[in-house]
T-cell receptor, first 113, second 117 residues
Framework: AQSVSQHNHHVILSEAASLELGCNYS??????LFWYVQYPGQHLQLLLK??????LVKGIKGFEAEFIKSKFSFNLRKPSVQWSDTAEYFC???????????FGQGTTLQVKP | NAGVTQTPKFQVLKTGQSMTLQCAQD?????MSWYRQDPGMGLRLIHY???????DQGEVPNGYNVSRSTTEDFPLRLLSAAPSQTSVYFC????????????????FGPGTRLTVL
């Protein structure tokens, strides 16, 4: 069955620390990968996406993610977090065959000023 | 464009009641879907539709029905509400369905917070 797993459920960092959130997926065939962010009280917004080409993708607000096919991973990174990055982050994968978009469990990031 | 709209924003039901959560998009998107969001569970796909007249089950379809009679609307029906259906429900849409090279992304509605007593 298709699934997405995020390893860290709750991460606490100080401002200026580096961030890496893990995401692994189990899909066969073509897969599209996404990271979404949900700020407190708001709905989901797209941070970045990977469809094909360069496996290192850059998104909004200084975020980037690297697609490593051999590891079935799509980890999210940011060199220096800010207090305003406090939010919940969701990794998602969509099967190229069915179009179904499946989300991971989410990671809550708390950035201390 | 209004994007993806959902009504109501909040709803309280008693066990056994039925209701319909409305979702509409004005972007002529083919693909629409319903998710529920629960703490520690992320977003779980309930049902989805790849076009008018076509629907399919997601990860957690039990207790929910959908239909897609028009491109714009994708209502979610709870036939007999249960406390386990207390959740926040999100509707989403995207221009295409799938396929290699597809570059479309999901647009999410603001959500409906449902409480079943």
């Amino acid at each position: 069955a298709q699934s997405v797993s995020q390893h860290n459920h709750h991460v606490i960092l100080s401002e200026a620390a580096s961030l890496e959130l893990g995401c692994n997926y189990s899909y066969g065939g073509t897969v599209n990968l996404f990271w979404y962010v949900q700020y407190p009280g708001q709905h989901l917004q797209l941070l970045l996406k990977y469809f094909s080409g360069d496996p290192l993708v850059k998104g909004i607000k200084g975020f980037e993610a690297e697609f490593i096919k051999s590891k079935f991973s799509f980890n999210l990174r940011k060199p220096s977090v800010q207090w305003s990055d406090t939010a919940e982050y969701f990794c998602a994968a969509r099967s190229g065959n069915t179009g179904k978009l499946i989300f991971g469990q989410g990671t809550t990031l708390q950035v201390k000023p | 464009n209004a994007g993806v709209t959902q009504t109501p924003k909040f709803q309280v039901l008693k066990t056994g009641q039925s209701m319909t959560l409305q979702c509409a998009q004005d972007m002529n998107h083919e693909y629409m879907s319903w998710y529920r969001q629960d703490p520690g569970m992320g977003l779980r796909l309930i049902h989805y539709s790849v076009g008018a007249g076509i629907t399919d089950q997601g990860e957690v379809p039990n207790g929910y029905n959908v239909s897609r009679s028009t491109t714009e609307d994708f209502p979610l029906r709870l036939l007999s509400a249960a406390p386990s259906q207390t959740s926040v429900y999100f509707c989403a849409s995207s221009p295409g369905t799938s396929g290699q090279g597809s570059t479309d992304t999901q647009y999410f509605g603001p959500g409906t917070r449902l409480t079943v007593l």
